[in-house]
């Protein structure tokens, strides 16, 4: 079992930045892939980005490309989302997920993901 915490959301202005993170538990956080997603209000949920277990590998929806940027660090079992140049389309609860992967170099685009969190939400004004 993996647990998964979320926090860093909050409200900005458009143009602004804000840093997601992901905290989880347990000793083998590099054997999972992790990605990012969200859901606004009346909306599907969907993908934002993705990591591979060593965080060598990303990729990133076209929606978020240049603006936001996942990471991760094992030392810390932490994942993170570094939002910059917020939009109010970018408005929504985020999500952190995990998965277990084959390999370090392993990452899934829309899942399935195993492992939730409980979300945080991002609120950016115009």
């Known amino acids: 079992q993996v647990q998964l915490v979320e926090s860093g959301g909050g409200l900005v202005q458009a143009g602004g930045s804000l840093r997601l993170s992901c905290a989880a538990s347990?000793?083998?956080?590099?054997?999972?892939?992790m990605g990012w997603f969200r859901q606004a209000p009346g909306k599907e949920r969907e993908f934002v980005a993705a990591?591979?277990?060593?965080?060598?590998?990303?990729y990133s929806a076209d929606s978020v490309k240049g603006r936001f940027t996942i990471s991760r660090d094992n030392a810390k079992n932490t994942v993170y989302l570094q939002m910059n140049s917020l939009k109010p389309e970018d408005t929504a609860v985020y999500y952190c997920?995990?998965?277990?992967?084959?390999?370090?170099?392993?990452?899934?685009?829309?899942?399935?993901?195993?492992?939730w969190g409980q979300g945080t939400q991002v609120t950016v004004s115009s």
């Open positions: 997920a995990a998965r277990e992967a084959p390999n370090y170099y392993t990452f899934y685009v829309r899942g399935p993901y195993d492992f």
């Open positions: 347990g000793r083998t956080f590099s054997s999972y892939a």
């Open positions: 990591v591979s277990g060593s965080g060598g590998r990303t």
